[in-house]
């Protein structure tokens, strides 16, 4: 029974966190994309900019609706599933957890007055202004709640005494050893993410509908985000390779299936694995895992042999490592490759296959951040909290843990449709081009009037 319990929980929070990932990210990325737009709409005087402005925050009030029940479907989550874990870890955590729903409240009220503000200040740089706490709210509420996962695979700031964490010192176990790196990983992706979405919607509405002034330049920004992005993604993943080598070598070695100590170690793409856990079909990179982890190709890296069997993770994260970095390379090379076509005369950058590539992108982004999520997770595995309590220890004994599984399941299922047709009755009847005419027909009759 204990067994089928954990896996229960184990599956409810996988798939609440992969609901609420999407959801997250969104309300992170785009806030960023919405203050570039207006930004750059005031400096050209242009009003397609604004535009894209205006209707990018309409679409973005819903996901944050959505994002705020999957939001609160973690935290009970949390006490429901995870009792031990929050018995012994509450009051740890609850200074991190209680600044990201500050940071989120923060972040809603000047959403409203943004959103109900368009047009009444005569310098439009006072309405620009109101994206900055939108901005930092959101990043915040990323940072704060980053902090979290962070002390779980970083533990510290407390001391240990029969089997209850106290002495707790909130800023130390905030700014644990893996914050930096992972609140910098996650900030870039999920700008990075927010911009591979409206980029992809542009190119998507090409496709369907023809090109438009508003569309191409919306493709053009957004792809300018992108690359921007996808460079400092690679940065922060650069850095997350070198803190797990130096602090979590059994979670680097796990994704890289190096099972030896070794120096000049390869790094190794794909392949797979036979009962021996020999590695066939794989690509061989020499050296590059010991320049990656430590920027030496002479490095010693250390394998997984060094640690117990039970304190191994799943090998399986291979694949989510693999994949998550894949994805990324591929983003960077189609928003490369866009600009290529862009500024070489002879190409075409609005062409069908390079448009579909940018579509592409966008469910390529999503996946590498979910991929990016479940590393993240299972690499710690088995421990909650690393060194200090395992999973099965941390989970429900409850086996209405199923049941709890099949609401949340039908729960994600109507947010989800429920999302999906607003936002299509929101935008399908209305493109911007009608918007367009519409603000141009009110400006001639107030002129009239006048």
């Not at 503000?117 to 930092?136: E, K, M, Q, S």
């Not at 409206?198 to 919306?218: C, F, H, M």
């Not at 209305?430 to 027909?441: H, W």
Request: proline share 4%; with cysteine; net charge neutral.
């Amino acid at each position: 029974m204990m067994i089928d319990t954990v896996m229960w929980s184990k599956w409810l929070t996988g798939m609440t966190l992969a609901f609420h990932t999407i959801f997250s990210t969104i309300g992170v990325g785009v806030p960023l994309m919405i203050a570039i737009a207006e930004f750059v709409g005031i400096r050209k005087k242009d009003q397609h900019y604004t535009l894209m402005a205006k209707r990018w925050s309409r679409g973005f009030i819903i996901s944050v609706a959505v994002g705020v029940v999957t939001g609160t479907a973690i935290a009970l989550q949390l006490a429901l599933v995870w009792p031990k874990f929050m018995q012994i870890g509450g009051n740890v955590i609850a200074l991190p957890l209680f600044m990201e729903v500050f940071a989120f409240f923060f972040e809603a009220i000047f959403l409203g007055i943004y959103l109900y503000t368009w047009g009444r200040f005569r310098n439009p740089y006072i309405h620009l202004l109101l994206t900055i706490p939108i901005v930092a709210g959101a990043g915040m509420s990323a940072v704060f709640i980053t902090t979290v996962n962070g002390f779980m695979n970083q533990p510290g700031g407390f001391v240990m005494e029969a089997g209850q964490f106290t002495a707790v010192n909130p800023l130390e176990v905030m700014l644990n050893t893996a914050t930096p790196s992972k609140v910098f990983h996650v900030l870039t992706s999920a700008y990075l993410t927010g911009a591979a979405l409206l980029a992809g919607i542009a190119a998507y509405t090409i496709l369907r509908r023809g090109v438009s002034a508003y569309s191409k330049k919306a493709l053009k920004l957004m792809m300018t985000v992108v690359v921007a992005f996808s460079l400092l993604t690679s940065l922060a993943g650069d850095m997350s390779a070198k803190f797990l080598a130096e602090h979590q070598p059994e979670k680097l070695a796990a994704a890289e299936w190096h099972f030896e100590t070794e120096r000049s170690a390869d790094l190794v793409l794909l392949g797979w694995l036979n009962a021996e856990n020999e590695i066939l079909g794989a690509i061989h990179l020499p050296k590059a895992l010991s320049f990656l982890a430590f920027g030496d190709f002479n490095a010693e890296v250390t394998g997984l042999e060094e640690f117990p069997l039970d304190e191994r993770p799943p090998l399986i994260v291979h694949y989510l490592f693999d994949f998550m970095v894949l994805s990324g390379m591929v983003i960077l090379g189609i928003g490369l490759l866009y600009f290529l076509f862009l500024f070489w005369k002879r190409r075409n950058e609005l062409n069908k296959w390079l448009l579909r590539s940018i579509v592409f992108s966008t469910f390529l982004a999503f996946l590498g951040i979910e991929f990016g999520w479940f590393y993240a997770e299972l690499g710690r595995q088995p421990w909650i909290v690393r060194g200090y309590m395992r999973v099965e220890e941390a989970a429900t004994t409850s086996p209405n843990v199923r049941i709890l599984f099949f609401l949340f399941l039908l729960l994600y299922v109507v947010m989800g449709t429920m999302c999906v047709i607003v936002l299509r009755r929101l935008f399908h009847n209305n493109p911007p081009e009608a918007e367009l005419n519409k603000l141009a027909q009110a400006s001639i009759e107030k002129g009239e009037q006048l």
